[in-house]
């Protein structure tokens, strides 16, 4: 099925507690975190749903989502809302093509051109075991190619 919007794929393991969840309702929401939250990201990822009340137990707020069914989380300033749209089934794992069906994006983050400001977000990745945050602009889409005049 081509999808004619934004798609994201993520991978989900079978014995997971979140696994189950977009099973049997086709969707999910995908929070963006500050770097503040690193710690309750950390927790999160090494404790099971089906044991904890994770919202609970980090302090964070579950809000209705604006398409989806499932909950966003209140303290992420970005949120895709996604609806599954393809299943791959790759034996101890199934890969989720969805379509994002809604984003919310706290407008603090904006600059003046209406574009998220990376700096103010402060979005992190997971390398090798450390929580990094992502740092300086290193090139722009496209600088490889264009032509100086």
Known sequence: MPLQ??????????LHASYGLI?????????IP???MVKAVDYCGH????????FAACGLTPEP???VGVPLIAQCPI??????????SLGTHDLFISEVVAVQVDEELLDERGH???????????????????????????YSVKMDR
């Not at 099973?23 to 929070?31: D, P, S």
């Not at 404790?47 to 994770?54: L, Y």
């Not at 949120?79 to 791959?88: G, H």
């Open 79 to 88: 949120n895709l809302e996604c609806k599954v749209v393809q299943t791959i």
């Open 116 to 142: 998220i400001d990376y700096a103010k977000a402060e979005p992190f990745v997971l390398l090798d075991d450390e929580y990094r945050g992502l740092g300086d602009v290193l090139g722009i889409y496209g």
């Open 65 to 67: 989502a604006s398409v």
């Open 34 to 36: 500050t770097a503040d």
């Open 5 to 14: 919007t934004l798609a994201l794929l993520i991978l989900a393991g079978i």
């Open 47 to 54: 404790v099971s749903g089906r044991d904890v009340d994770k």
């Open 23 to 31: 099973k049997a309702t086709g969707e999910f929401v995908v929070n």
